[in-house]
């Protein structure tokens, strides 16, 4: 069996920002409101010629320039996304052919907010098995898109944007590796979260787009205090699982939801929020993407650095959670 590490990192965050003030203008919500209840004072959103594939591109390139090397040495490419360009074919395929990308396999992964947590367990288990070398493995969402604008229970906390890990088999005395990953779901809990419309189940009508249920709905109060019980006890799985204590953590790197949830899971493991990357506020939440941008924001502007001990946790939609503990 072989280690997996990260090689390379990369993301991408599209110009346009939609700040709160601009959405004080399409519902009864106030910029206080929402830094109070949520940490977020802005979110970006992809320009209306671009998409999923295209923030993909531009995160994925930056995270090759990191890693120095080039797409013809990757062997796989995972996207993770809720929002692909189309319905069909992977949006994979699409960036495989938009970053010229050998022939190598290509697709898609939907675990929603924890996706990119699920893209690093499945790109481990190719790299561990000896299967492939280096994989690509992108979070990306364009959920500006699948927001209704007149829902203020959804509309002011999702944002645009994308991020990369070039993940790489490790030489055997390479003290930075990958050391555990974790993932669930409680799929008797999807309704919490959930577009049901427009889907195969529930195909396109004239009334849905009345009803507008092909947007994404969210009872966020139950999705809240699921998050805290999910992210803790997925953190508390990889400590376990590598007999780490929180103290020896450099920086835990969560999810982006929301900064009390954040501040939730700190408390419960007494943990310094100083050492807790936080881009909500910059970024709201970007669902897959959100980790890879919090951790290549903040490696960098110089808080992460190469060796250092690093949680990521996760939960989303599904409801799906998860935890990764690297040396990177
Ligand atoms: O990746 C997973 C994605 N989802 C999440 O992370 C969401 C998790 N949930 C949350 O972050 C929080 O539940 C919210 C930020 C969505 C809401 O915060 P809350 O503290 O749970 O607020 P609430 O739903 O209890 O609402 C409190 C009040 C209500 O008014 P009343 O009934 O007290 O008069 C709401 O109607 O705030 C009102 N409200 C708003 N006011 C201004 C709800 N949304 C808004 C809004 N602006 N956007």
Redesign the pocket.
């Known amino acids: 069996m072989f280690r997996s590490r990260v090689a390379g990192v990369g993301s991408f965050l599209p110009e346009k920002v939609i700040t709160n003030y601009d959405l004080e203008k399409m519902?009864?919500?106030?910029h206080d409101?929402?830094v109070q209840?949520?940490g977020i004072e802005r979110r970006h959103m992809v320009d209306e010629n671009e998409g999923c594939s295209d923030m993909c591109v531009r995160a994925g390139n930056k995270a090759l320039a990191d890693a120095k090397m080039t797409v013809d040495q990757m062997d796989l490419l995972i996207v993770c996304t809720l929002t692909p360009d189309y319905k069909m074919p992977a949006v994979a395929c699409i960036v495989q052919a938009k970053l010229g990308a050998k022939n190598i396999m290509s697709f898609d992964l939907n675990a929603?907010?924890s996706g990119f947590v699920y893209g690093m367990f499945v790109a481990d288990q190719f790299i561990k098995t000896g299967v492939y070398k280096n994989v690509m493995v992108i979070g990306a969402e364009n959920l500006t898109r699948l927001l209704n604008y007149k829902d203020?229970?959804t509309c002011?906390?999702f944002g645009d944007g994308a991020g990369c890990f070039i993940m790489s088999r490790a030489q055997e005395n390479d003290p930075n590796y990958l050391m555990t990953v974790h993932a669930h779901a409680e799929g008797s809990l999807a309704e919490l979260?959930w577009a049901k419309g427009g889907g195969t189940r529930y195909p396109f009508s004239q009334e849905m787009l009345d009803t507008g249920s092909h947007f994404m709905q969210?009872k966020?109060?139950e999705?809240?205090k699921n998050?805290t019980r999910t992210m803790a006890t997925a953190c508390t799985e990889a400590l376990n699982a590598t007999n780490t204590r929180p103290e020896q953590i450099d920086w835990i790197v969560p999810?982006q939801?929301?900064l009390?949830?954040t501040e939730a899971v700190a408390n419960q493991f007494d943990f310094p929020m100083d050492k807790i990357v936080s881009t909500v506020h910059e970024t709201g939440?970007t669902?897959a993407a959100s980790i890879p941008i919090a951790f290549d924001t903040a490696y960098r502007d110089g808080r992460i650095k190469r060796g250092q001990l690093i949680l990521l946790t996760a939960?989303?939609?599904g409801l799906t959670s998860g935890s990764a503990l690297l040396r990177f």
């Open positions: 519902v009864e919500t106030t409101w929402i209840r949520t929603a907010c203020r229970d002011i906390l979260l969210m966020g109060k999705i809240f998050a999810h939801a929301n009390r949830i939440n669902s939960f989303g939609a």
